[in-house]
């Protein structure tokens, strides 16, 4: 995928190659003409036709139908000079798409399939017919990625026994070699993977699984300073990929998950005392990193970071990390609330140590205020985190003495009892 130009640039020839086609070429440079792949195929009806895809990578707006319709008309009126390409079959236009139509794209696009003439047709191929394609023919699109580690993945997920290490284990898989890049069935297996996680219901295993792509990124581009185009555009494309099913957690969050009442309730397990806090420390976490990218983007991400400064605040399994593990989900929070309305490292160090910038924030119930006594606590908890541990095992060694100290005076009192009856 290369959102530069917000193509797919790579994986669907072995998908185009399972489905019937053949004479498969990547043809995307100079003299395109708006084709990305060329291919044949026998259709149900008999004759051989001639297809000629363009891919585009994520939703597609009317505005963006409008650019698109230009290459497709490219396609239809000029035929391009390559060995693999018989202008003399009937043809057939494609669009493949990640995501899907929006809006008025969805009309604009079936009018312009019904208004092609023949023996021209247009199909269009979202992302709903690709994932499809894609369990269809999942051994062949993967190749030998399709057994052992992956599909005991799969397994695991569909039973509902996979957890945030199993996936963290399995994205380790794709961090390449010295000197290489990350190899496209890489991203294929990621995104199968993040589609049945999303199947199951479970968003944040599925964010966890687009940072592993991400990682792999960054560790395949770690030597390059600056980093190329390709380099810059294939990590990007990595973040918006972890985009996709953030912003899908960030629409389920409301007022409801200002409280604690409903992330404790939010399953009738037993051990809700160690669950509850997991969910407030990761729902922070993959949140904060949603209002970073954003920025990074240039988005706005001030709602995100309001309800996130309220939530910090309102939720205590926040402050009550259940391992050490989760100590590394504080710094993404910090980091976002520590930004905010940041207008010189002296206000920066200012807020960091919970004092308001500006006269407006000394207002208590106000949003800056609520940031403010959530950074504060952020960098609290991190640092007082650890001589809690401290005083409950004081505190657990204390009650083990005095216990043995009982036990003792017990086993003396009882041996000197014994004793006397028996003289």
């Known amino acids: 995928m290369n959102p530069k130009t917000n193509r797919i640039d790579s994986g669907p020839s072995s998908l185009l190659r399972a489905g019937g086609f053949y004479d498969i070429e990547l043809v995307h440079g100079v003299s395109e003409y708006g084709r990305d792949f060329i291919a ?27 650019k698109v319709r230009e290459q497709l008309e490219d396609i239809r009126t000029v035929a391009i000079a390559h060995p693999l390409f018989d202008p003399s079959l ?8 990640t995501g899907s139509l929006k809006g008025d794209a969805r009309g604009a696009a079936k009018g312009y399939g019904e208004t092609l003439s023949k023996p021209w047709r247009f199909e269009l191929w979202t992302g709903e017919r690709l994932i499809h394609m894609l369990k269809e ?5 993967l190749g030998e990625r399709a057994r052992g580690p992956l599909l005991s993945l799969l397994g695991a997920i569909d039973q509902g026994d996979i957890d945030l290490q199993g996936v963290e284990r399995h994205t380790r898989r794709w961090i390449p070699e010295e000197g290489k890049v990350v190899a496209p069935t890489d991203v294929l297996e990621a995104a199968l993977i993040a589609n049945r996680l999303q199947r199951t219901d479970r968003l944040d295993l599925a964010c966890s699984c687009a940072l592993g792509v991400l990682r792999a990124e960054m560790v395949a581009y770690a030597e390059q300073v ?6 810059a555009a294939n990590i990007q494309a990595a973040g918006e990929f972890f985009a996709l099913y953030a912003e899908a957690i960030w629409a389920r969050c409301g007022e409801a998950f200002l409280h604690p009442a409903p992330l404790v309730n ?3 397990e037993p051990g809700f005392w160690a669950t509850y806090p997991v969910r407030c420390v990761r729902l922070g976490e993959l949140l904060a990193l ?3 990218w954003r920025l990074r983007r240039g988005r706005a991400a001030d709602d995100i970071t309001e309800w996130l400064a309220r939530f910090l605040q309102g939720q205590p399994g926040c402050a009550h990390p259940v391992s050490d593990r989760y100590a590394v989900s504080f710094l993404a929070p910090a980091l976002l609330l520590a930004g905010v309305q940041r207008s010189s490292p002296h206000g920066c160090a200012r807020q960091c140590a919970g004092q308001p910038t500006a006269t407006k924030a000394r207002a208590s119930g106000s949003p800056a205020s609520m940031q403010t006594r959530s950074r504060r606590w952020i960098i609290c908890s991190a640092t007082s985190n650890t001589s809690r541990r401290r005083h409950a095992a004081s505190r657990w060694w204390s009650a083990r003495c005095s216990t ?20």
Request: hydrophobic share 30%; proline share 4%; net charge positive.
């Open 404 to 423: 043995w100290r009982r036990y003792s005076s017990w086993r003396t009192y009882t041996t000197t009892r014994d004793t006397s009856s028996r003289r």
């Open 137 to 141: 023919h999942l051994h062949t699109a």
């Open 40 to 66: 044949k195929r026998r259709d149900d009806d008999g004759p051989v036709r001639q297809y000629s895809l363009q891919s585009k990578a994520g939703d597609l707006h009317l505005a963006d139908w409008r």
């Open 226 to 231: 600056p980093l190329s185009p390709d380099a």
């Open 266 to 268: 939010a399953h009738s």
């Open 290 to 292: 949603l209002a970073l």
């Open 90 to 97: 009937e043809g057939t236009i494609v669009l493949v798409t």
